[in-house]
């Protein structure tokens, strides 16, 4: 084998390499294991996964693109830390894009897709029932995964994945009450109705709405965990009939 093809060889080891080392380091910042604002050590984080600190690197810097990770120059890389005030221009972002999915899905939506996403909604009222706040987020995850991957623009469903890193401790946060649990599956009980009876613009409205409410759901535990209830983060509740939620 010549030393080109070797060389190919081994760039397409160490990519792949790469992204299983992105994945499991993207897990344990999701999860909590790493927290946010701590430093990313690479020799650490290589001795942990049994890689050289190559794949590493390359993984880090995939982090870095997709916003859940941020460089310092001349310090390292650390998990990023989003602020309250930019958690609250993050969640009008993601009601667009979901208002986007849904009322590009509605015209479109097949029976098998619809099933999929009521199993959702049902395995999320199970574990709100049960308190099981882990188990709903999850499922929580893989409702609006699927959502957006049925609609069919993948540009759009990377963007919301970037954006939903970067809120996900927030979103954790706003979902540990058994109400609020309720609250967001009704919601997205709503989003499936309307996506069942395949209009487009109910469908648009519910989407919007389902994330302007979880952006309410945060402000207030926002203020509940931090004891600031000074409005800095007050969100107001949507007008009835309102469409375009990220104006408020």
Known sequence: MSSAATAAIEIVRTRSLA??????????IL???IPAGERLNEQALATRLGVS?????????GLERSGLVVGVVNQGSY???VSAEEALDLFDLRALLLGHACARLAPVVTAEQLAVLRAHVAAMATAAKADDAAGYYARNLA??????????????RRIDDDLGNE???????????PANMRRSNAEHAAIVR???????AAAREAGEAHVTQGKLRFAASHEAATGTGDGRTH?????????????A
């Open 19 to 28: 992204s299983l080392v992105a994945q499991e380091i993207e897990r344990m």
């Open 31 to 33: 999860s909590g294991e």
């Open 53 to 61: 600190r190559g794949p590493v690197r390359e993984a880090i810097r």
């Open 79 to 81: 998990v990023r830390r």
């Open 143 to 156: 409702f609006h995964a699927d959502l957006l991957a049925f609609a069919g623009n993948p540009r759009a």
């Open 167 to 177: 809120l996900h401790l927030f979103r954790r946060r706003a979902l540990v009450q």
């Open 194 to 200: 309307a996506l069942a009876a395949r209009d487009a």
């Open 235 to 247: 969100v107001p509740p949507p007008r009835r009939g309102q469409g375009r939620t990220h104006s």
